[in-house]
């Protein structure tokens, strides 16, 4: 397929970011507003994650003993989880909201979204206000929502992180994408460490500058490296992701990785 340039499909609305799509190959991408890509598919394997960030942003997998019955995702975009979901966890329920009904629209039309009903569902809102309304009945939280040029301010807050805690379930996860090179990118991680106690780690994305940043509802349960190594290759395969890599990424992170996997507070 030839590569077609970057076009606009309608107008914004509500100060919201225009959506448009690009084509290259058999890739076919998401913006909002400006060049930069935001989700991309595959259009000859739907299910498979694109970008570099999303599939960094799976490394929950390493630390779950059970896969999860719920997952929420802030953001849809071009509903690269929501495929991904769909194909490798058939089980788990999972909700998506999006702000922005043109990003819903186009996912819906162009990027191959699961069917609707009981285990998949599209909610049109704000997630930082949508988040609240859970109460320890999601267990895993992906939040990817950027407006074409940088996060969305709501989803890097004080107060979403601490309704994101209360929203997950004993045992979840909160996961998000954050650019490494944002000036403010400390002052993130340190709300995100005194909101979950210190309980984060972060996996860098293969290319890009891209950081997947993970807070923990209370410690994994394995923390022994030899454990978790088992349980990347193990799952590696079955899901198609290189989680022996990120398992590595984490571990050339701690300060004495002769030790279990440990946060900066102990």
């Known amino acids: 397929m030839p590569q077609h340039p970057y076009r606009r499909l309608r107008p914004a609305r509500h100060e919201l970011p225009e959506v448009g799509i690009s084509e290259s190959g058999n890739i076919r991408s998401l913006h909002l507003g400006t060049p930069t890509i935001q989700s991309s598919m595959n259009v000859d394997y739907p299910a498979e994650l694109v970008l570099s960030y999303s599939r960094a942003m799976m490394a929950w997998l390493l630390f779950v003993d059970e896969l999860p ?3 929420t995702q802030i953001g849809l975009g071009g509903g690269s989880f ?9 089980e788990t329920r999972q909700t998506a909201v999006d702000i922005n009904p043109q990003v819903i629209s186009i996912a819906r039309s162009m990027f191959e979204l699961p069917y609707e009903g009981n285990h998949f569902e599209i909610i049109e809102d704000d997630g930082a206000e949508y988040v609240k309304v859970l109460r320890g009945n999601t267990d895993i939280i992906l939040v990817d929502g950027f407006d074409g040029e940088q996060i969305i301010d709501s989803l890097v807050a004080e107060p979403f992180f601490a309704d994101c805690r209360q929203a997950l379930s004993e045992n979840g996860i909160f996961v998000t994408n954050w650019w490494q090179g944002d000036k403010r990118f400390h002052t993130f991680v340190r709300r995100l460490r005194e909101v979950f106690e210190n309980r984060v780690l972060m996996v860098p994305a293969e290319t890009h500058g891209n950081i997947a940043v993970l807070a923990f509802q ?3 349960s394995m923390r022994e490296w030899s454990k978790l190594k088992k349980r990347a290759q193990q799952r590696a395969d079955r899901f198609n992701l290189a989680l022996p890599a990120m398992l590595a990424a984490i571990k050339a992170q701690q300060e ?3 030790r279990p996997l440990t946060f900066n507070d102990e």
């Open 218 to 220: 209370q410690p994994p």
């Open 69 to 71: 019955q719920h997952i």
């Open 256 to 258: 004495n990785p002769s």
């Open 82 to 90: 929501a495929r991904w979901i769909d194909a490798y966890l058939p």
